[in-house]
């Protein structure tokens, strides 16, 4: 039973990092113009070269939809988890 | 207590503050390294404080019916993990970091009510541990210093001595006792409500002076050892003794004497004596639904976003409200002692 936790708790968390490292892959992935592809912040604007302004973001483009719904598969993935435990503790 | 329990409860309470920790500092160092603003962070914060607070009853109740206390602190500390390689996105960072915040939250939550199931020395300790960490979180955030090396080790020291360090709660399966208690109903909305507006008073409070980060820290550390102590002398005294001791003394000196610094330590630090008696008191009468129980106070806490207020700047407001959670606690407690006069410390 000790095994399966442990093979259980590797298996979420391989299957999270395969998630990481896609992310982190398409963060890094250069867009046609030289850009980054997915750029999770905007540049700061600067004035005169030395002062930095910042301003707030709109909602979504903070949390961007495809967080959401990651959020949602990770909520999903670890109630599953929870539930496939249990009822492989009552085998 | 044996020395494998007490092992377990200081080991799980470490492990408290380090996810406390972890889940604050990274929000704060992932948004600074992407140059958000303070509004972008605090919506973060936001964001994080209702995942991490806000689900805990959902969750409590999906583990006490499957009764996977252990597995839910095992994938919690998993996903904090998973928020430090996040770390390159914020939004996935609050994500990860907030649920498993609160999948910690509820197991270890639930262990700390299970070890010595009338006390509250346990759940005063594995609670003080969570305002260190948390507070210690919101320094090296905004200070924006990253210790990454040494963040990396503290997170995967608590993996690995979760995994060799399983909880097992004891076998308490329906919750008859509460049937058998008149006026349940209005002792639990009593407690609720007490806890509700000491949650107010404990987050929404701005010292004027807690700026300074040692003053910032030593108020953590006086609400933390005032959670311990006060867990201590209820169950060495009794319950009543402790919050009429304490808390009456405490809270005419929070009102008044806040820019006083040392007044307002010490009240912080009496202030804090009586948090672990209505969760004991709860969890005993929801017997079996521990982690429920631990979600539920826990999500009390988002009522800080409710008041947000300063105390200080209103203290005739301030003075009957804390008064009226006080008196609230007490009625409860009084209401439950008779049923719980073998097991239960409260009147002595």
Known sequence: MKKLKVLTASVLMLSMYVVIFTQRVLADMPAPDGEEYHRTSRPTPIVNGTTEISESKPFFELIEPIHILLGVVVVLVVIGALFAIRKMRKK | ?348
């Open chain 2, 1 to 348: 207590m044996s020395r494998k329990q007490l092992t377990t409860l200081l080991g799980y309470s470490l492990i408290h503050g380090v996810m406390d920790f972890s889940g604050i500092a990274l929000i704060w160092l992932s948004s600074k390294s992407h140059a958000l603003v303070g509004h972008d962070i605090l919506i973060l914060t936001v964001l994080y404080t209702l995942l991490a607070f806000g689900t805990q009853p959902l969750f409590g109740l999906l583990v006490d019916k499957l009764r996977v206390s252990y597995e839910s602190v095992l994938i919690g500390v998993l996903l904090m993990l998973s928020a430090f390689f996040l770390f390159a996105t914020p939004a996935l960072v609050v994500i990860f970091a907030g649920l498993g915040s609160a999948l910690f939250h509820i197991g270890a939550g639930s262990m700390s009510l299970d070890i010595l199931p009338q006390k509250n020395t346990p759940p005063g300790i594995f609670s003080a541990f969570g305002i260190l960490g948390l507070t210690s979180g919101i320094v090296v955030g905004t200070a924006g210093v990253f210790y990454y090396g040494l963040h990396l080790a503290l997170l995967l020291l608590a993996v690995v001595f979760v995994l060799f360090t399983p909880i097992t709660l004891s076998d308490v399966e329906t919750s008859k006792k509460m049937k058998n208690i008149p006026h349940s109903k209005l002792i639990i909305t009593l407690l609720l409500i007490a806890i509700a507006i000491r949650a107010v008073y404990g987050l929404g409070t701005v010292f004027m002076w807690e700026s300074h980060t040692v003053y910032f820290l030593a108020l953590a550390l006086a609400v933390a050892v005032g959670k311990i102590s006060g867990a201590i002398f209820a169950d060495r005294y009794s319950w009543l003794k402790t919050i009429a001791l304490s808390v009456f003394i405490a809270i005419p000196i929070v009102v008044f004497f806040a820019n006083i610094y040392l007044a307002a330590l010490v009240g912080t630090f009496l202030f804090s004596f009586a948090f672990a008696m209505p969760l004991v008191a709860l969890s005993n009468m929801l017997a079996g639904r521990k982690a429920f129980v631990f979600g539920l106070v826990e999500f009390m806490i988002l009522f800080q976003y409710v008041g947000g207020i300063s105390l200080i700047s209103q203290p005739w407001l301030a003075l009957p409200l804390l008064i009226f959670s006080t008196v609230a606690l007490l009625l409860a407690l009084r209401l439950l002692s008779p049923y719980f006069k073998k097991t239960l410390n409260i009147t002595n």
